[in-house]
């Protein structure tokens, strides 16, 4: 190595924790500025736990009609002062709609063997928090004990009772935030009941005959704590996780559906109100119509009474849950001679393609509307016709009792064309235009269509500022798409900014942006103790244009590369023609859970290294 490459390089390594926060590093961040994460982190020491659960035994009994009867006993030790914050209310959620809570036995043994019981004032039954904003179809609700003379060093135990109506599935974890000394749980149902479910690794099962009836009996004993991890699949795909449901398939699951929207959808539609203005032109525009005027309660269907309201209803109204406002545009496309299909939507997270052994109920929170080839979704006013964000999901196709692939007309993708233009005496003039797609446009478009000339101000600002701390925009921010709900979102603006090329040891440096598609992975531990979940299908593309100073030379540009390894595509092409660097660089990410292992190991490397700053220097002489 020679002198001259010996100095650039020891410049660029001294400058690299210093040029951190310097320009472009946000330049894919349109509304906002996040520094980026550090260097991966070593695996920090296992925390300890706040309580110990001695004691969780579950004895579910099975009627023909498909209502069963649960009882809870719960033992558990508190053992921190956290401990007694987080479990001195013992919280059950449930439907009251079609079940009852009783709670039995609920007392406190302190840490000197005194017994305190809760009396019956220490006892509330509320609506369920996280329902707030949907209370008026929420019929979720929760038991609250309120246990007392709890302090670390006292045992709780509860005893508890729940009766419910309509149809049997369960849901249990055998890994829990604190660690299991023992848990047991026992299903007994009549032997010709349909009967599927999930058998976890880590927990052993009896299976018995009792005259008419199967036992199940499952048990698992000295089970770690789940640690919480961010970007970790939902339970039902962990395999700590037993899976059950008394449904012989999804057919039988799309028929138990199907009772309770029928009502509505065969009730007399009537006349649509006066007050409502219903594009005709198209399915597309009478969906952008509709939305535009009614308001979705966010609240999955098995959180309400399971009663529609009727089309007419939610159409004089102006509001409703997502499965009023599907089952409105259902009809009024039935009223128009259209065959709409009703697709229900896996929950959040939710891989349904791993789960359908197990026909349940409970799988679905969202729905849309199949027709002429589009799936429209009634999760938020607003979205675009025919986008979805469920690209890669299955939805169980209520007519035909099958689970299908989803479909999105609207990719989640960022395209960002960035070019900088050195003038002299350390400025730059540049520009910036981002087109948005998706979610990423949905989120915008909400941001940015109803400000006031003051909050646009702000926005502008903080736009600009992503850009680099020290950027000015030049002119008004351009924006196209903030109204046409079925187009994309552009932002486009001019900027000027001092020192856009940092002097120093001889040297000029400017830094390509980092992804912004895969940083909140980048701080994932190395030491991670649960699959990774890559939430959904999304795509960024960068295309950096830097115009090269006549009186300097290029002594070092990022490389190019290019390569597949799912779930992350990437592909980074370097070129230059005349006085101007071009960098084009695309990523892609596919939905997708990632098990620990080679697999994991190998997505971390590329991640680290697609964000390793000094690959990302541009250095001029």
């Not at 896996?346 to 929170?365: K, R």
Request: hydrophobic share 40%.
């Amino acid at each position: 190595m020679n002198r001259s490459s010996t100095r650039l390089t020891t410049t660029l390594i001294i400058l690299t924790a210093w040029l951190l926060p310097a320009l472009w590093l946000s330049a894919c961040t349109p509304m906002g500025t996040r520094s980026p994460a550090a260097a991966l982190p070593q695996a920090a020491a296992k925390p300890a736990a706040d309580a110990v659960n001695v004691l969780i035994d579950k004895q579910y009994q099975v009627h023909q009609d498909g209502s069963y009867t649960m009882r809870l006993h719960l033992v558990r030790r508190i053992l921190t002062y956290k401990g007694k914050k987080d479990y001195a209310d013992f919280k059950f959620t449930y439907n009251d709609s079609f079940q009852t809570v009783t709670i039995g036995r609920a007392r406190t043994t302190t840490a000197d063997g005194q017994v305190v019981d809760a009396g019956q004032d220490e006892i509330h039954d509320i609506l369920a928090p996280w329902t707030a904003s949907a209370s008026i179809y929420s019929h979720t609700r929760q038991k609250v004990v309120n246990l007392p003379s709890v302090a670390p060093g006292s045992t709780i135990e509860l005893e508890l009772t729940l009766e419910s109506k309509k149809g049997f599935w369960l849901t249990e974890s055998f890994r829990l935030p604190e660690p299991i000394v023992k848990k047991t749980v026992t299903v007994t149902l009549p032997a010709a009941m349909p009967w599927h479910y999930q058998q976890p690794s880590m927990v052993s099962r009896q299976i018995s005959r009792q005259g008419p009836t199967t036992v199940y009996h499952w048990q698992a004993a000295d089970v770690p704590r789940l640690v919480p991890e961010k970007l970790t699949p939902a339970r039902e795909n962990l395999d700590c996780c037993l899976l059950a449901a008394a449904f012989s398939d999804w057919s039988a699951v799309a028929a138990w559906y199907q009772r309770y929207f029928r009502p509505a959808l065969q009730a007399a539609g009537g006349q649509k109100p006066a007050s409502l203005k219903l594009d005709d032109a198209s399915v597309d525009r009478l969906y952008i119509s509709l939305m535009r005027q009614l308001t979705p309660h966010p609240i999955a269907f098995l959180g309400t009474g399971l009663q529609p309201q009727t089309p007419a209803v939610t159409l004089k109204k102006g509001y409703g849950t997502q499965v009023d406002l599907a089952l409105a545009f259902c009809q009024l496309l039935r009223q128009r001679h259209l065959e709409p299909r009703i697709l229900l939507v896996g929950n959040e997270d939710l891989f349904l393609a791993d789960l359908q052994p197990v026909p349940s109920p409970s799988f679905f929170g969202k729905i849309v509307v199949r027709c002429g080839g589009k799936d429209y979704a009634f999760w938020k006013q607003e979205l675009p016709p025919g986008y979805t964000g469920y690209e890669g999901r299955l939805g169980l196709d209520l007519t035909a009792g099958r689970l299908v692939p989803l479909q999105s007309t609207f990719t989640n993708s960022r395209q960002v064309y960035l070019t900088l233009h050195p003038t002299g005496r350390g400025y730059c003039e540049g520009s910036v235009k981002i087109i948005l797609t998706g979610q990423d446009a949905v989120a915008t478009r909400d941001n940015l269509r109803y400000l006031t000339p003051e909050e646009r101000r702000v926005a502008t600002s903080r736009i600009v500022h992503a850009l680099s701390p020290l950027a000015k925009i030049e002119g008004e921010l351009q924006t196209t798409g903030l109204d046409e709900l079925d187009a994309p979102v552009t932002i486009a603006c001019r900027f000027t900014i001092n020192r856009g090329l940092v002097r120093a040891g001889g040297y000029r440096l400017a830094v390509l942006p980092l992804p912004e598609l895969t940083r909140e992975y980048e701080d994932c531990l190395p030491a991670r103790r649960s699959p990774l979940l890559i939430g959904s299908t999304s795509r960024e593309i960068l295309d950096f244009t830097l115009e090269l100073p006549p009186d300097c030379t290029l002594v070092q540009e990022p490389a190019s590369f290019s390569y597949r390894q799912p779930p992350l595509t990437s592909e980074q092409q370097v070129s230059r023609q005349g006085n101007k660097l071009h960098i084009s660089r695309r990523l892609q990410l596919q939905r997708a859970i990632i098990p620990l292992g080679t697999a994991y190991q190998q997505f971390l490397r590329n991640v680290t290294d697609l964000h390793r700053l000094e690959d990302k220097i541009i250095a001029l002489q």
